[in-house]
């Protein structure tokens, strides 16, 4: 089982930056792709952003051209730069990960990111 634990959260102003960092417990590039979610109160869980182990990235709509997402092999590590945050930024992030494209979700503790106005 792959573990992976989040960092970076905070409380920001809007217009602020953050950084998330996942650190997994294993090789990060044996599986198939890792991603951040986001979850804000009384809504469901949403894809942010998620990169394959090829390089390849896709982006939510909403984050595209404010958040990057960038994986370090070598530190088994996968971040997210989020700039030019807004307050409808803020919820829990969580870091996923998956060893196919068929195979359950990882998924870690979640940092929460509140942003405000």
């Known amino acids: 089982q792959v573990q992976l634990v989040e960092s970076g959260g905070g409380l920001v102003q809007a217009g602020g930056s953050l950084r998330l960092s996942c650190a997994a417990s294993?090789?990060?590039?044996?599986?198939?792709?890792m991603g951040w979610y986001r979850q804000a109160p009384g809504k469901q869980r949403d894809l942010v952003a998620r990169?394959?182990?090829?390089?390849?990235?896709n982006y939510a709509d909403s984050v595209k051209g404010r958040f990057t997402i960038s994986r370090d092999n070598a530190k088994n590590t996968v971040y997210l730069q989020m700039n030019s945050l807004k307050p409808e930024d803020t919820a829990v992030y969580y870091c996923?990960?998956?060893?196919?494209?068929?195979?359950?979700?990882?998924w870690g503790q979640g940092t929460q990111v509140t942003v405000s106005s």
């Open positions: 996923s990960t998956r060893r196919s494209l068929t195979s359950s979700r990882y």
């Open positions: 294993e090789s990060i590039f044996s599986t198939y792709d």
């Open positions: 990169i394959t182990n090829s390089g390849s990235t």
